[in-house]
């Protein structure tokens, strides 16, 4: 027979030996997981190309991919009208106008179209010339006009009063122009030509 204290020895043993055991299982266990996680993340990289990522929508399931059990939508239908409904038109706003904003529109088109720059005459002397604030070589040049540059004449013409002095001959005029930027001033007839859009 056994002694006492031997088989309380050997208990005490077995349950040291069990307790390590089961700790040094708890250990190996996450140690694996911690060395598959590690070569996961790793070799995740090579092999992203090979594997789809993608998941299914729901709107690109084709009807053959749905599952046999799973109800189909109803057609939804229009409600129906009564014939009183569908015979009654929708009201009409009234359109109002005032006659006061209709000449407002009208003069407002008439300036558009008075400001609309139409060239009829151009610069043909062949160098620059002034455009002056009034009909003479006297007055103050308003801007310096560039060789060919476009003219609208605006209608209003004046013979020299002093021919000898402006460079002209007793007959020959000054015309009044606007330039494209809107600048008006006189030029001497013969520093001008009929428009050329070619030249």
Partial sequence: MLDRGLNNRLRQRSRRA??????????TMALCVAGFSVIFTVLDEFTADFVSE??????STSPSQQPENQPTAAPTEPPETTEAEAETPPPAAEATVDPAEDDDQVAAQETAEADTFVPDYQNSAGQTINLRSGPGTNTEVVIVLTPAQELQFLGESQVSTNPARDGMQADEEW???ATEDGQEGWVREIDVEPYDPDA
């Fill in 54 to 59: 993608e998941t299914p929508d729901a709107e």
């Fill in 18 to 27: 069990g307790v390590m055991i089961g700790v040094s299982m708890v250990i």
């Fill in 175 to 177: 015309m009044n122009f």
